[in-house]
């Protein structure tokens, strides 16, 4: 099997991909056009107009979306697995740069202040989210930020020292 994803691989997944989005597109667009719209309507304020309005329509596709993130994560998790049994020693980099970002993400839940003023803090009450869960959401927005910053970063450290190399 892994012969065959390595050579059509790509292929496979495009296919289905568009087999996704036209089950998708078709549910959305039949589903408006059943439902007596068109696609040129505003759902937003139909909906705010007549609350009895149902786009159920558009459950298929947030299913589908759903699923193939699954099988991706699955697939992930499986291939990782499979690396790491394989080839132990070549996977320590990925091994210790989990591990970085791990610490990396406690450091910044543990000194993040649960949100209670503004915005957010009226969000929290609103959603009745407790203290643990708003850092989590603190502690991941800012290690996320803290991944994009110095990827961004590294990309453009390294074109430049390409350029004087």
């Known amino acids: 099997m892994y012969k065959l994803l390595t050579q059509k691989g790509q292929l496979y997944a495009l296919l289905l991909g ?7 597109m078709g549910s959305i667009i039949g589903g408006i056009n059943g439902a007596g719209y068109s696609t040129s309507d505003d759902l ?11 786009f159920d329509f558009f ?18 998790i499986a291939f ?8 132990p020693k070549g996977s320590l980099k990925f091994l210790i740069g989990i591990a970085i970002m791990l610490i990396f993400f406690f450091i910044l839940y543990s000194t993040s202040d649960a949100e209670s003023t503004g915005r957010i803090g ?11 869960v708003s850092k989590l959401i603190s502690g991941g927005v800012k290690t996320a930020v803290f991944g994009i910053s110095a990827g961004f970063l590294g990309a453009v450290v390294l074109e430049i020292y390409n350029l004087f190399k």
């Open 18 to 24: 568009i087999l996704c989005i036209a089950i998708g």
């Open 44 to 54: 937003n304020q139909i909906m705010k107009n007549n609350e009895s309005a149902s």
């Open 59 to 76: 459950n298929p596709a947030i299913s589908i979306v759903l699923v193939l993130i699954l099988i991706a994560l699955v697939a992930w």
């Open 80 to 87: 990782s697995l499979y690396a790491l049994i394989s080839d």
């Open 122 to 132: 009226q969000l929290v009450q609103r959603f009745n989210v407790n203290d643990t």
